[in-house]
């Protein structure tokens, strides 16, 4: 069974669209997230585009701000300020990557904890770890909402999550960790990855790479979430992480690239916009 990412989005955010018609009348406006986007590099803009569609669709105002790779840090950080100190800014996405002059750290650390709709901020990353009230983050929280709706059971199965960033690969195994997998945290480095990938009943896949995962580091009937969005090297289409083709039939559910984690990505986001406006409205 393939979990369509852009299905399951589409209906949460005809929801979401339905709760924030209700806004207006009950608290005088929408919620509003800026985004913020430094030089253009093609991928970003357009998942920067994705993130002012799916707000359009869910009735969310969007201010996409654009600034030039070259912007200094200084002055992106006095843009973040004004934006924190701003009543009508509900949440704040400063698209990463950043340019190498800029300290992503620093960036992340600067947006107002209440308004971190990506859940990045070392503050809401502590959170997260201590099991406190946090925003989870876009991706993972994600990736557990299409293992529940495909009906995937997590406790007391083994996950294996092949990657390591701050973005996905350890805030997955700690919401995995949470619904009581036992889970394993692979990376490039990992000695006999397929033996490891093998014992897997759900296998997520977060290193960027074209097609890096084959049939044989697969058991027959695991869970697949590839969180990959990479350009085939020879057609240029986007392609996951993992070899669609080739493991599909062996998995008993697949994600796939395009149209899996990404559109749910920005329906998470979308959730956390609401969650933010939501939690500062009834303070
Ligand atoms: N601050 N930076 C911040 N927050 C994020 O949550 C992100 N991320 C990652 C990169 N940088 C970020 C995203 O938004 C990755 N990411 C993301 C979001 C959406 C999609 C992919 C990555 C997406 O919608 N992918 C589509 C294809 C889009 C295309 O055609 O290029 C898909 O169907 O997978």
Redesign the pocket.
Same mark, same amino acid.
């Given at each position: 069974m393939i979990i369509s990412?852009?299905e399951l989005s589409a209906k949460l955010k005809a929801e979401m669209a339905e709760q924030v018609a209700t806004f207006p009348a009950k608290y005088g406006r929408v919620p509003h997230l800026t985004v913020v986007l430094v030089g253009d590099d093609p991928?970003?803009v357009?998942?920067v585009t994705?993130?002012a569609k799916a707000s359009e669709v869910v009735g969310i105002r969007n201010t996409t701000i654009r600034r030039p790779a070259d912007i200094s840090e200084e002055e992106l950080l006095g843009l973040i300020r004004d934006l924190n100190a701003d009543d009508t800014v509900d949440g704040i996405?400063?698209?990463?990557?950043l340019p190498g002059h800029i300290s992503e750290p620093k960036v992340i650390e600067a947006i107002s904890r209440d308004k971190d709709v990506?859940g990045?901020h070392p503050l809401n990353v502590a959170a997260l770890w201590q099991k406190q009230p946090c925003i989870l983050?876009?991706?993972p929280k994600g990736i557990i909402r299409m293992l529940k709706t495909a009906g995937v059971e997590i406790r007391g199965k083994r996950a294996v999550v092949i990657g390591r960033s701050n973005?996905v690969g350890l805030p997955v195994a700690k919401l995995l960790l949470d619904e009581n997998a036992t889970v394993t945290v692979a990376h490039s480095k990992t000695a006999d990855l397929p033996s490891v990938t093998r014992q897997a009943d759900i296998l997520v896949v977060a290193i960027g790479r074209p097609r890096f995962v084959t049939a044989d580091m697969v058991s027959e009937g695991a869970a697949v979430i590839d969180v990959g969005?990479n350009r085939d090297p020879v057609t240029g289409k986007?392609c996951g992480d993992v070899d669609f083709a080739a493991v599909e039939p062996k998995a008993s559910v697949i994600t796939p690239? #395009?149209?899996?984690?990404? #559109?749910m990505?920005?329906c998470c986001?979308m959730e956390n916009t609401i969650e933010c406006f939501l939690k500062k409205m009834e303070r």
């Open positions: 990412g852009k991928a970003s357009s998942y994705g993130k996405l400063v698209q990463l990557p990506d990045f983050p876009c991706t973005i969005v986007l690239v #395009p149209g899996g984690v990404g #559109p990505t920005i986001l």
